[in-house]
């Protein structure tokens, strides 16, 4: 096989203890129309869980894997390996994942690969659960037994932590920005204002609050800490300490 389009391999680090091997199509992308199609918004999937007795979180087996590209296009996506040329899938994830489950709406809400079930009463459990794996079978769907949860009435969903009346923060972000040390570079100040920004839901004017974070990112000579940078890592550290929720109806 001898495709216009090769793309290389690469390993990323995943979970710091996983290897994920990934695709460069950096190149294909740019030379492929732009889809308009928008992903929902994930205030909306989680809010939209409240009043449920019981949730159930799937996670689809590498759901990109699982979409057919058409036969014409599966060449440009060829990418290189010691053993010669294979050609992947990839992109639209949402789009299946939507259009597939709508069959079960409005009990399922899927953001890209991960789809949760809202029984609103536990006695509709089942029925809920047998229709949703309707959909799956209908479309040869494939999940990860690993990361499925059935019937609880909480869980996480979207680095968010739910249940029936509540809505909590990730208590993983939580924890990496109270064990953080002072910022000593960019990089180190980038993952700051990335774990604030998971966190946004409950951190009022998060964006003044983040302000000396954020000055200290625009400044591409010199990376240097600041007193007003520690003092609102501290301020922040400190309401943190009592984990933030809200309530939901």
């Not at 639209?92 to 489950?101: D, L, N, S, V």
């Not at 089942?126 to 209908?138: A, E, F, N, P, T």
């Amino acid at each position: 096989m001898h495709p216009e389009w090769l793309a290389n391999p690469v390993l990323v680090l995943k979970n710091k203890k996983d290897w994920r091997m990934c695709v460069d199509y950096t190149d294909l992308n740019k030379h492929c129309p732009k889809d308009p199609f928008g992903l929902p918004y994930i205030d909306q999937v989680v809010d939209s869980t409240a009043g449920c007795a019981l949730l159930s979180f799937l996670d689809c087996y590498s759901g990109y894997h699982q979409i057919s590209l058409a036969t014409e296009d599966q060449e440009k996506t060829a990418f290189i390996t010691p053993f010669g040329a294979y050609c992947n899938t990839s992109i639209t994830q949402e789009q299946h994942t939507k259009g597939q489950f709508k069959l079960a709406s409005p009990i399922t809400r899927a953001h890209i690969d991960d789809v949760v079930i809202k029984t609103k009463n536990e006695e509709d459990f089942i029925d809920d659960l047998c229709q949703v794996s309707d959909s799956l079978r209908k479309f040869w769907w494939k999940l990860n037994p690993t990361k499925c949860v059935f019937g609880v009435p909480t869980g996480q969903l979207l680095s968010f932590v739910i249940s029936n009346r509540e809505i909590k923060a990730n208590p993983q972000k939580i924890k990496a920005i109270l064990r953080m040390h002072p910022p000593r570079s960019q990089k180190d100040a980038q993952r700051l204002t990335g774990c604030m920004a998971a966190l946004s839901r409950f951190i009022s004017r998060l964006r003044e609050c983040g302000m000396p974070f954020y000055m200290l990112l625009k400044k591409v000579d010199r990376f240097q800490w600041t007193a007003e940078a520690q003092e609102a890592l501290d301020a922040l550290k400190k309401f943190l300490t009592s984990p933030p929720h809200t309530q939901v109806s």
